[in-house]
């Protein structure tokens, strides 16, 4: 199984990603789930887990997410 990327993503910044949630205390952690409620122009929702990869290649094909 080969791994792709996302556009704008290196190895480098997943390593980045990966340190930041790896060393965040539980508290800080909750902290930023709470603030991503509070982004406006933004919805959380809850999907079916055999969803995430359509809903991920809709996200993926939308102009305005792709900065």
Request: hydrophobic share 30%.
């Given at each position: ?16 990603v990966l340190k930041h949630y790896d060393s965040q205390s539980e508290e800080d952690a909750v902290s930023e789930d709470e603030a ?32």
């Amino acid at each position: 199984m080969s791994n792709k990327l996302p556009r704008d993503w290196s190895e480098d910044r997943i390593q980045k990603v990966l340190k930041h949630y790896d060393s965040q205390s539980e508290e800080d952690a909750v902290s930023e789930d709470e603030a991503a409620y509070e982004h406006d122009g933004q919805t959380i929702m809850e999907i079916p887990s055999e969803l995430v990869p359509k809903v991920r290649d809709l996200i993926a094909k939308n102009p305005s997410t792709n900065s």
